[in-house]
C-alpha cells in the first residue's frame, strides 16, 4: 500500500499569511494527488485535483504543485473562511485505492 | 444535482454487523467513469478509504479492512451497501458514502455522512 504523510499536523498562521503544506507519497504517484478542506462537522471538499489543477469555484487562493514523491498546497493569503484541516488524498490508478495524509489542522494565530 | 444519502443504524453492538446503505438520487449509478466509495472518520481522527464498487461490480478493499468488508450494488435501486462484520469500538465513525471520479483521481461528490457508534 502506498502511504501518505502529511506535514506539518497543526499549523499556526494570521490572516494575510502565506501557507504551505506538504505531502509525501512512499512511492511515485504521478500526479495522481488531491487537496480537501474539511470544516468541522461537515463532509471535506474538493479543491486541487492532479496535484496542480484548481477545481471550479474554489478560490484562486489556493495552488497545488508536485509530482512523483512530494507535493504542496500553498495558500497565498490566508483568509478567516481558510481555517480548517486540509488532507491529501492518492489514487493508485493500478489498484485502484486511495489513501489520505493524516491531515494538517490551520489553526488562528 | 447529484446526491448521497446514507442510510442505517445509529448503534452496532461489538461483534455484530455493520450495515449502511447509500441512495444515489440526482443521476444514474451505472454511469462511468465512477466508482462509488466508503470512507469513515473516527471521531477526531482522518479519513479512511473502505472500499470502492464500480457498477458492473468488481470490488476493491482496503487491505487492512478486507477480511471484514463486503461492498455490494444494486443498480436497479440506484444504491450500494456496506457491510462490516465484527465490530469493535474502533469502528465507530463517520460513514460517507461518495462518488469517485476516475479521470480526475477524486471523490467528486461526498454524502452528509452517518455517524456509527459500536457500543453496548
Known amino acids: 500500500d502506498i502511504q501518505m504523510t502529511q506535514s506539518p499536523s497543526t499549523l499556526s498562521a494570521s490572516v494575510g499569511d502565506r501557507v504551505t503544506i506538504t505531502c509525501r507519497a512512499s512511492q511515485s504517484i504521478s500526479t495522481w494527488l488531491a487537496w480537501y478542506q474539511q470544516k468541522p462537522g461537515k463532509a471535506p471538499e474538493l479543491l486541487i485535483y492532479k496535484a496542480s489543477s484548481l477545481e471550479s469555484g474554489v478560490p484562486s487562493r489556493f495552488s497545488g504543485s508536485g509530482s512523483g514523491t512530494e507535493f504542496t498546497l500553498t495558500i497565498s493569503s490566508l483568509q478567516p473562511d481558510d481555517f480548517a484541516t486540509y488532507y491529501c488524498?492518492?489514487?493508485?490508478?493500478?489498484?485502484?485505492?486511495?489513501?489520505f495524509g493524516g491531515g494538517t489542522k490551520v489553526e488562528i494565530k | 444535482q447529484l446526491q448521497l444519502q446514507e442510510s442505517g443504524p445509529g448503534l452496532v453492538k461489538p461483534s455484530e454487523t455493520l450495515s449502511l446503505t447509500c441512495t444515489v438520487s440526482?443521476?444514474?449509478?451505472?454511469?462511468?467513469?465512477?466508482?462509488w466509495v466508503w470512507i469513515r472518520q473516527p471521531p477526531g481522527k482522518g479519513l479512511e478509504w473502505i472500499g470502492s464498487i464500480y457498477y458492473l461490480g468488481s470490488t476493491y478493499y482496503n487491505l487492512s479492512l478486507r477480511s471484514r468488508i463486503t461492498i455490494s450494488i444494486d443498480t436497479s435501486k440506484n444504491q450500494f451497501s456496506l457491510k462490516l462484520t465484527s465490530v469493535t469500538a474502533a469502528d465507530t465513525a463517520v460513514y460517507y458514502c461518495d462518488r469517485f471520479t476516475v479521470l480526475q483521481g477524486v471523490i467528486t461528490k461526498w454524502g452528509q455522512g452517518t455517524l456509527v457508534t459500536v457500543s453496548s
Open positions: 440526482g443521476g444514474s449509478i451505472s454511469s462511468s467513469p465512477y466508482y
Open positions: 488524498q492518492q489514487y493508485n490508478s493500478y489498484s485502484p485505492s486511495l489513501t
